[in-house]
């Protein structure tokens, strides 16, 4: 997506990461990076930094990072602050903008033929549109787990 920040997002938050990747933002996680290499990744590629270290966004200004220092402890409202203190306005979610949730890679529409042996045969009798990942090959589609994400999300923008 066009103009939206790039993130750099600390260990203890995996499960926003993979949120705002399905909203389509470039957002660069692992588990085990450190505050150092996180601070030399955001200022080198230009990301924000998303985090709940006080010290981590004390260190971030230091060295003119911009961050967002998460103070709310539930999904929604960190949700909330991060659109807040970005300047996002409201989520939305198009398949066709995601970025894979387990890698960051972008994803490319696939048809259904090609991956008919590595998908439940239930989905596969089910939907129509699958999408994969140019990088880890993680196939996707719009599921259960899609439309409990349109929940939270319009819980979210009413409160933006």
């Not at 060295?63 to 970005?86: F, G, P, W, Y």
């Not at 198009?94 to 439940?120: F, H, Q, V």
């Not at 990942?133 to 439309?147: A, K, M, N, S």
Request: glycine share 4%; hydrophobic share 40%; net charge negative.
């Amino acid at each position: 997506m066009l103009n939206q920040p790039r993130f750099i997002i600390d260990s203890m938050l995996g499960t926003i990461a993979k949120k705002l990747r399905i909203l389509g933002f470039d957002c660069r996680y692992s588990a085990a990076i450190d505050d150092e290499d996180i601070l030399l990744a955001a200022k080198k590629e230009n990301r924000v930094i998303i985090t709940k270290d006080h010290q981590l966004a004390v260190n971030a200004i230091k060295h003119d990072i911009m961050s967002v220092e998460l103070i709310t402890h539930n999904e929604k409202d960190q949700m909330i602050e991060i659109a807040e203190r970005q300047s996002l306005g409201k989520y939305k979610f198009d398949a066709n903008n995601s970025r894979c949730s387990m890698c960051n890679g972008n994803l490319d529409t696939i048809e259904k033929e090609k991956i008919a042996d590595k998908i439940p045969l239930k989905t596969s009798q089910n939907t129509e549109r699958f999408w994969v990942c140019v990088d880890c090959e993680h196939i996707y589609w719009v599921g259960t787990h899609i439309r409990n994400l349109e929940t939270l999300i319009a819980e979210i923008n009413e409160k933006l």
